[in-house]
């Protein structure tokens, strides 16, 4: 990862980085271009679990996208997907065999979207032979677009990101998340957010998992953990963190995989002190 810091960063790589840029920012332009007048409000999963004809029309375009360049890609989006935590697993185990996978989410936060609050993204991954290579997240409410390949850095408006140096808990700003599913995922978090929040400087729930990431890949959040996520929420910005100098692991401390659906990421520095204490945390919540 060594970066030129006064060179700005061009896409390389047979294209794959210009066309996830290129998709995530049409996408991103479009459902921001819709903020405030979706039509219909769907439940999924849960009372909790939204879905608008935006984030159908978001995937539309994106898989058109892709598939204009690389038609023999294989591509995974939470929309093409039934809700529910067995059946994601099962589409991603499904297509894990793809030489090339895209791994799509067309709104991350979809709550704040529909809500009006400005904390969501297009989030689009590549994945070669299961290792995602390619990671954009674009947040068109600020018209940011975070970007990583593997190996060669990550960068926000062509400058490499890296993560902060907090070397201490007590100095960190944290991040998590409540997803849909209330039985399993949100007494987990609850026990962590409860256990974490007086040893820390603040701890930030906005919404957005794949936005949260690339915040701690750009030094904003010290690290980030949530229970019960899916692989379009963190495929994009796991490798942001990564090749922003950070880690990503599961909460036993295993390297991100597409698999992995409890996430801990952070500087690196506070990743073991922030796994011992959601350890902790997990024995109070279960
Ligand atoms: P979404 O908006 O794409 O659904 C909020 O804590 C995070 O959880 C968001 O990234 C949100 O993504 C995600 N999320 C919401 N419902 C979820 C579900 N049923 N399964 C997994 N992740 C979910
Ligand atoms: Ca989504």
Redesign the pocket.
Known sequence: MAHQENIPFTPSGKSFTAVAINTAAKAGEWIKSKLGSHTTLSL???P???VTEVDKGSETMIRKLILTHFPTHSILG?EGVE???EA?AKALTEMSGAEYLWIV?P??????FVHGFPF?TVSIALAYKGEVIVGVVYDPSRDELFVAEKGKGAYLRGKPMKVSGEAKLTDSLLAT?????REGALPLNMAGLQHLAPKVRNVR?A????LHLAYVAAGRLSGFW?I???S??TAAGALLVQESGGQVTDMEGNPYSLSIRDIAASNGTIQQDLLQELKAAATIGS
């Open positions: 999924k999963y849960s909790q679990d939204l939470e809700p529910g935590p994601s989410d709104i991350d936060g979809t709550t704040n969501y998340g409540f997803p849909a599913d729930i919404g957005s998992a794949a949530e019960g996520l899916n379009w929420d």
